[in-house]
């Protein structure tokens, strides 16, 4: 079993920047994939970023690109998004999932094994 546990969301205006983290606990050889994904009310779940566990392979959507970055902390087992320019659209919940991913579908949500309870970013314009 693997637990995740995300902190960091919050309230901003537009532009500004936040560090979501996620804390994973449990058995790692579970997962080779730690990503992010959000949620906003009326849409399907989208993947924002992914970092493989080892060899630190990153990925992005075309909506993070540029502006977010994803890294590990891997004495902490730890995954953070550092989260700049914030706009408006990227208003949701904010999941970290894990699971044993195949390199090219880290966006596909039945990939994941493991979710966390998310974490809340709202911005305002």
């Known amino acids: 079993q693997v637990q995740l546990v995300e902190s960091g969301g919050g309230s901003v205006q537009a532009g500004a920047s936040l560090r979501l983290s996620c804390a994973a606990s449990g058995d790692s050889v579970s997962y080779s994939c730690l990503s992010w994904f959000r949620q906003a009310p009326g849409k399907e779940r989208e993947g924002v970023a992914a970092i493989y566990t080892s060899g630190g392979a990153t990925y992005y959507a075309d909506s993070a690109k540029g502006r977010f970055t994803i890294s590990q902390d891997n004495a902490k087992n730890t995954v953070y998004l550092q989260m700049n320019s914030l706009k408006p659209e990227d208003t949701a919940m904010y999941y970290c999932?894990?699971?044993?991913?195949?390199?090219?579908?880290?966006?596909?949500?039945?990939?994941?094994?493991?979710w966390g309870q998310g974490t809340q970013v709202t911005v305002a314009s």
């Open positions: 999932a894990a699971g044993r991913v195949y390199g090219g579908f880290w966006t596909r949500v039945t990939q994941y094994n493991f």
